[in-house]
């Protein structure tokens, strides 16, 4: 999922410059606006997936403890 947002990151960055380069000054900023929130979606999709490696980890790591004793 975050492949996707990062895609949509760049795609709206391209569509931006190419607003302010045609000096389509507001459409530039709406569009530039759109793709730092794609962004943050894409570092948040990131985040998501970084902590639930992290809990199967720390869970895998408990049973496994618990096993032991």
Do not use: C, P
């Not at 999922?1 to 000054?25: G, H, P």
């Not at 730092?36 to 948040?44: H, I, K, P």
């Amino acid at each position: 999922m975050e492949r996707i947002w990062l895609i949509a990151a760049s795609l709206l960055l391209i569509a931006a410059a190419v607003f302010l380069w045609r000096n389509n000054l507001a459409a530039a900023f709406v569009t530039a606006a759109l793709g730092a929130v794609a962004w943050f979606l894409s570092y948040r999709a990131q985040l998501r997936a970084r902590i639930a490696a992290a809990e199967r980890d720390s869970e895998g790591h408990t049973s496994e403890e618990s096993d032991e004793k």
